[in-house]
């Protein structure tokens, strides 16, 4: 038979015993994390080789090369385009948001909004078919 002692731990130590021990004892359970503590297995060092210095290096030599290293005059056109996408949507979202709290806002300051979003619509010009839609309630 195993000699047996008393081990005094706060109040709040034991309620957490308690609560996580499943079915175990709490000799057991305490033992179970003991020994899982113990036996845990040190990982290897966080380090790089010399190899893996390499690769990255050329890698980033690659990248590098490309001969596009400035966006293009339609890329710009399109990066624009889905911005002012973009904001539209924050608008309305807010707008919709604002709507669904139920605080009613100005109808001025509504009309303001519409002719915004009405200039931001046409800005947009024909889509492209690269839009998300995102339903929400």
């Given at each position: 038979m195993a000699e047996k002692r008393m081990l005094i731990m706060p109040g709040e130590l034991v309620n957490k015993i308690n609560d996580n021990r499943g079915d175990l004892s709490q000799a057991d359970f305490i033992n179970f994390l003991i020994d899982s503590h113990l036996k845990e297995e040190v990982k290897e060092p966080g380090y790089v080789?010399?190899?893996?210095?390499?690769?990255?290096?050329q890698d980033i030599k690659k990248l590098l090369s490309t001969d596009s290293k400035y966006a293009t005059k339609e890329e710009m056109q399109v990066f624009q385009q889905d911005t002012k996408r973009l904001l539209k949507s924050f608008v309305d979202f807010f707008i919709g948001y604002g709507l669904e709290l139920?605080?009613?806002?100005?109808?001025?300051?509504?009309?303001?909004?519409?002719?915004?979003?009405?200039?931001l619509d046409s800005d947009?010009?024909?889509?492209?078919?690269?839009?998300?839609?995102?339903?929400w309630k």
């Open positions: 080789t010399g190899e893996e210095i390499q690769a990255l290096k139920g605080k009613e806002s100005p109808k001025t300051d509504f009309a303001e909004l519409t002719s915004k979003l009405a200039e947009l010009g024909p889509e492209e078919g690269r839009e998300v839609k995102i339903k």
